[in-house]
T-cell receptor, first 113, second 112 residues
Framework: DQQVKQNSPSLSVQEGRISILNCDYTNSMFDYFLWYKKYPAEGPTFLISISSIKDKNEDGRFTVFLNKSAKHLSLHIVPSQPGDSAVYFCAARLGAGSYQLTFGKGTKLSVIP | KAGVTQTPRYLIKTRGQQVTLSCSPISGHRSVSWYQQTPGQGLQFLFEYFSETQRNKGNFPGRFSGRQFSNSRSEMNVSTLELGDSALYLC???????????FGPGTRLTVL
């Protein structure tokens, strides 16, 4: 039973345009969400996070939106750059004090110059 | 500040052998978590240690074990290796004041 789902295995975007990566979850007890970026043969790199008490968090070109009623979050990258090409993972934490993350299976983003 | 380090980066073992992987967390981080990444299952939580105590364990057989030392360094052990244990094993550390986990580069284990 996949509690965190990234339904798009891949996404292609032109350089300079917006990239929107989506993530859905089923467990309403998740209270903290994170996005990681991963290059082949490397560990995931933390990008941005959001607490369940917020609906938006921004950090430079990256913005994460959370819609609790729909159990949906999205990562917006504006403007997209070729260096953003990587696999993006959505992850969720089950309650304060828990360090167990549940990950989606990832979306491979390709930014075309 | 140095990041999370993992050794070795690559390992090749045969079925039935055992393996020990090592992780050094970011200085000051006392929580260490381990994850397994495979093409079919994605990233799956193995276990988490804090102050030398295992606090959480994922849905993996008892062949997978770990420990944490007083300096927060952690090791994980897999006994009686199976072909399906071939994966990228990732370690992540976190501080008490942050909900974010920072990952190391991983150890690529190949079981032949």
């Amino acid at each position: 039973d996949q509690q965190v789902k990234q339904n798009s295995p891949s996404l292609s975007v032109q350089e300079g345009r917006i990239s929107i990566l989506n993530c859905d979850y089923t467990n309403s007890m998740f209270d903290y969400f994170l996005w990681y970026k991963k290059y082949p043969a490397e560990g995931p790199t933390f990008l941005i996070s959001i607490s369940s008490i917020k609906d938006k968090n921004e950090d430079g070109r990256f913005t994460v939106f959370l819609n609790k009623s729909a159990k949906h979050l999205s990562l917006h990258i504006v403007p997209s750059q070729p260096g953003d090409s990587a696999v993006y993972f959505c992850a969720a934490r089950l309650g304060a004090g828990s360090y167990q993350l549940t990950f989606g299976k990832g979306t491979k983003l390709s930014v075309i110059p | 500040k140095a990041g999370v380090t993992q050794t070795p980066r690559y390992l090749i073992k045969t079925r039935g052998q055992q393996v020990t992987l090592s992780c050094s967390p970011i200085s000051g981080h006392r929580s260490v978590s381990w994850y397994q990444q495979t093409p079919g299952q994605g990233l799956q939580f193995l276990f988490e240690y804090f102050s030398e105590t295992q606090r959480n364990k994922g849905n993996f057989p008892g062949r997978f074990s770990g420990r944490q030392f007083s300096n927060s360094r952690s090791e994980m052990n897999v006994s009686t290796l199976e072909l399906g244990d071939s994966a990228l094993y990732l370690c992540a550390s976190s501080s008490l004041t942050s909900s974010t986990q920072y990952f190391g580069p991983g150890t690529r284990l190949t079981v032949l």
